[in-house]
């Protein structure tokens, strides 16, 4: 790799040092204009919900989308929840999710009284399956959540179709992928409507953040209105609706805008760490499933994700056990919604049980270097040989 965001070692110690540091599975790159930023913020004494960032950073990010429209609020999970309380999502209604995703996107669909209907995985990408999404259609069901995981985008066009046929609304869960794109079109702009999140372990991060994008001129205004409490923008204290405190902090904001200013610099170092795994793992190919990334995609990396062959006598846990005692966090594939107790169902969904059984997030972030690759490689082969 040609980047060492750590730089070098300069002496014995340090090289020592570096060797037995912890490798955390990821970690923010806060390398731009971050500070600058949120000093102005406090100069200004503008760190509530209002400030100049709110909108320069929803302009950079619908730019960066290739939408119209972006609305910043406080974390990627109350970006879903506005999603669906603007698109009318209300009890009796279904929405379709993948068993294979964090909880989070079928607890937004809880939030609205509906129902979250859960579908199996597609085995090389890891997200949900258009056949089974197409069987899971009923009367009562009235959205599609495609979650891009771990940075693969859906395959988009079968859900469209299906989607079109049944007048069903896409609201993407783009929380783990920004920068990954469909046929040359990035995600949030894909669908109805998309969700990204914005947390510290995110490729852009603001600590806490989240942000809807559309292209829907109507959907945007009623995303503004219900994050805002519901209060009419023409009468101030006046409130219509039932509404929101989901607004997102200028200080976020700024944070934001700052990351956004290198986006293409993060990403480029996420697809150089991807690179570099899949070079140094293509050797341990007896024992490892890498990430495949389909023809039709650009794959984000947000996490890069191995999946254990039968040829590993060891469990997942045992394999990240091995690792963390040299010293290198690793995290287990998202456990399926329906061995969740509150999603629990006595039906299997055995592509997505044999990913989560068997996948393993290793470290991937935009500070690693050619040593800690080289450190999580050599770990992750001791551990599955030995």
Known sequence: MAAKPLGEPETKQEQEQLLSARIPVAAPVLDGREAEYVAECIETEWISSNGRFISAFESAFAEFCGVKHAIAVNNGTTALHLA???????????????????????????????????????????????????????????????????????????????????????????????????????????????????????????????MVTTDDDELAAKLRLFKGQGM??????????????????????????????????HLSRRAQVASAYNAKLSALADFIELPVTANWATHSHWMYVITLKDSVAKSRDAVMAALDKENIETRPVFYPMHHMPPYQEDRTYPIAEHLSARGINLPTHGRMTERDIDRVVDALRRAVID
């Open 232 to 265: 009419d923008p023409n009468r101030r204290y006046w409130f219509n609706v039932v509404g929101y405190n989901y607004r997102m902090t200028n200080v976020a904001a700024a944070i934001g805008l700052a990351q956004m200013e290198r986006v293409d610099q």
């Open 84 to 210: 669906l309380v603007a698109l009318g999502i209300e009890a009796g209604d279904e929405v379709i999710v993948p068993t294979l995703t964090y909880i989070a996107s079928a607890n937004c669909v809880r939030y609205c009284n509906a129902v979250p209907v859960l579908v199996d995985s597609d085995r090389q990408t890891m997200n949900m399956d258009p056949a089974k999404v197409a069987a899971a259609v009923t009367p009562k069901t009235k959205a599609i959540i495609p979650v891009h995981l771990y940075g693969h985008p859906v395959d988009m066009d079968p859900l469209r179709e299906i989607a079109d046929k049944h007048g069903l609304f896409l609201v993407e869960d783009a929380a783990e992928a920004i920068g990954a794109s469909y046929k040359d079109k990035r995600v949030g702009g894909l669908g109805h409507c998309a969700t990204f999140s914005f947390f510290g372990n995110k490729i852009i991060t603001t600590g806490e953040g989240g």
